[in-house]
């Protein structure tokens, strides 16, 4: 007992806060595995051009280029053509190595799987281009973001309707509402705070989740923002490790790729 007194009193917050994880309150048959997945992604000669030629174009010291570059990594298509993506249409010669890798989690968990998918995505373009892409694959989804007004009643038809297959969410949907029916996430593109990621795997891993594991898809483009974004990530988990206590698995092993 001394000994557990003295190793709570090591963490100098203490006094301020008292934490319980949700695993600590629930019983076993209740607590879900998380198993978290980096996808990376290696552009082509092609694309990596066309990335470097927008980058290029813009001064250094621009606040606004890390935006570009966030922009650029989510998806290198649908960067500048939101009037286009709205109107259902896109630039068929540009390649997307990242949808390829993203293909191949639609064909794991929603065709062999029969499964539903959550995907997120920071930017409205990603989502609209990813729309328009599972269409041609006959795929129906559905899309909630910051401009769209019904999407309580977007996510109860992405719930009960059964040909509704994958959720298009940006960050609005990764607060307040409880998607437990669904044991599978994509994040597409990453932001910079863990808490977010946590938020939006939380839309998953709730009380009622009846999946023993759930799988977190974490796209990563390789040689761009989204490594540092990645590593940066892997960082500020462990500092709060260091100073709050353990976290969920939020990235899984840094070098646990796929």
């Known amino acids: 007992v001394k000994i557990q007194q003295d190793l709570i009193e090591l963490n100098s917050l203490n006094h301020i806060y008292t934490r319980t994880r949700k695993k600590e309150v629930l019983s076993g048959k209740d607590i879900v595995k998380r198993e978290p997945h980096k996808c990376i992604v290696t552009l082509t000669s092609e694309e990596r051009e066309i990335y470097e030629d927008v980058i290029?174009?813009?001064?250094?010291?621009?606040?606004?280029?890390?935006?570009?570059?966030?922009?650029?990594?989510?998806?290198?298509?649908?960067?500048?053509?939101?009037?286009?993506?709205?109107n259902g249409s896109y630039n068929h010669d540009i390649p997307d190595s990242k949808f390829k890798t993203f293909k191949k989690i639609i064909n794991e968990v929603v065709i062999k799987g029969e499964k539903k998918l959550i995907v997120f995505a920071f930017f409205t373009n990603t989502l609209l281009y990813l729309k328009i892409k599972l269409n041609e694959l006959g795929i129906e989804a559905e899309i909630i973001h910051g401009k769209i007004h019904n999407r309580t009643e977007r996510i109860e038809r992405f719930q009960h309707d059964d040909n509704v297959k994958v959720l298009l969410s940006s960050e609005v949907g990764s607060e307040g509402i409880d998607l437990q029916f669904c044991d599978a996430l994509v994040n597409y593109d990453l932001p910079w705070n863990p808490m977010v990621v946590e938020q939006r795997i939380g839309r998953i891993d709730r009380v009622g989740q009846k999946a023993e594991i759930i799988n977190i898809y974490n796209l990563v483009i390789s040689e761009t923002i989204e490594d540092q974004i990645y590593e940066k990530l892997y960082i500020r988990i462990k500092l709060f490790k260091e100073s709050i206590g353990d976290l969920e698995e939020i990235l899984g092993e840094k070098d646990n790729d796929i």
């Open 56 to 86: 290029d174009k813009y001064d250094p010291k621009n606040l606004g280029l890390i935006s570009l570059k966030r922009q650029m990594s989510s998806c290198i298509v649908a960067y500048k053509s939101k009037q286009e993506l709205e």
